[in-house]
Every structure is written in structure tokens, then in C-alpha cells.
């Protein structure tokens, strides 16, 4: 069975542009969700998708993060414009009712 | 909000040495979880806690859920050098929406040169 995946494993963006980071949970998983390690501080919660419905968005920075799940199946996080600040690896999780969530490998952004 | 403070930030470990970290809280969790991130990997469920005082094993490894709902730690026995990574601590408060986890710092595991 395939884990949770992550594209890209690696971003470099340039202050202002955009970048999409995908995800595509383990299949038949409800609950998806997206956290992130800046600057090797702790791993904080961003949202969480209950199929396609945003259940939990409190940890989201700010409005230029935009996340959707589109049909419920995979989900992207888009930054724009992205600020030096947004630098950090992004991990996006995904959990079958109230079972252990299982993680991505993480997509490290780079913003310079 | 709800924050766990992980210690020790880093350790160098010597293959054969018992190791241990830890985590505290102000605030009381309903679970503690001990997640391992290899380098270029995801965090990877290693121990998970859902009662006080509860005490769990995995191989060498042994975690506990704090008598005070506000405390957990890990010990790993007889290191070996596959044993390098970043360990976190995490919990879920019983305020929390979902499974929305609270992280610790982590806890960089090097090998001593």
C-alpha cells in the first residue's frame, strides 16, 4: 500500500513568487493534514481536511496560504506571494478516523 | 496555547549507552505520542500513550505518560548507531479539534566521534 506522498521533495522560490505543494494521502483516508518545521523549531498543526471540508484551519499563518482538497482525494497548499519567512518543511499527514496519522517525507521550501 | 518543551535539544549518543529525553507541558494532554524523523523522511509513529501512568515498550525502546497528564518520556536502551534522527514528543490536548497534534522541539540524536 502506497504512503503518503509529497511532490516536490525540494522548492526554491524566489521572495514573491508562488509555489503548490501537493499531497496525496493514503487512499480511503479521511482526515488529511498539513503542518510545518521552521527553522528547526517544533512541527506546527496549519489545517486539517475532514474529505473536502476544511475542519480545523486555526494554524494557518496567514491569507497568502490557500489549501484545498479537491474531491476530498488529494490536497495542495499554495503560497503566494511567498515571504522569506514561509522557509520551512511542510509535511502533510493522513489518518483513517481517529487512527494514527501517517506522514509524508516533506517538502522542504526554500524562499530567498 | 498548548506548548511542550522538549529536552534535551541534542545529544551524542555512544553505541551500547541508554538515552533519554523528555517532555513537559502546563497544560494536561488526553495522549502523548514519540514520533522518530529520519534524515530526507516523514516523522514515524514510534509509542503511543493514552492513559496516566501508563508505561509502553517497543523493542528497545520504553515511554511514559506522566502521572500529572503533563509529562512523557522516552528511553532508549542499549543505543546503536541506526539510532541517530530527530525524536519529537507530541500530544493531543483535550481541547483539540480532530487529531490536531502539538509538537515538541524534537530531540537531534548524533553519534558521539
Known sequence: EAGVTQFPSHSVIEKGQTVTLRCDPISGHDNLYWYRRVMGKEIKFLLHFVKESKQDESGMPNNRFLAERTGGTYSTLKVQPAELEDSGVYFCASSQGWDEAFFGQGTRLTVV | G???NQSPQSMFIQEGEDVSMNCTSS?????WLWYKQDPGEGPVLLIALYKAGELTSNGRLT???GITRKDSFLNISASIPSDVGIY?????HPEAAGNKLTFGGGTRVLVKP
Request: charged share 0%.
Open chain 2, 27 to 31: 497544560s494536561i494532554f488526553n495522549t
Open chain 2, 2 to 4: 498548548q506548548q511542550l
Open chain 2, 63 to 65: 515511554a511514559q505518560f
Open chain 2, 88 to 92: 519529537f514528543c507530541a500530544g493531543l
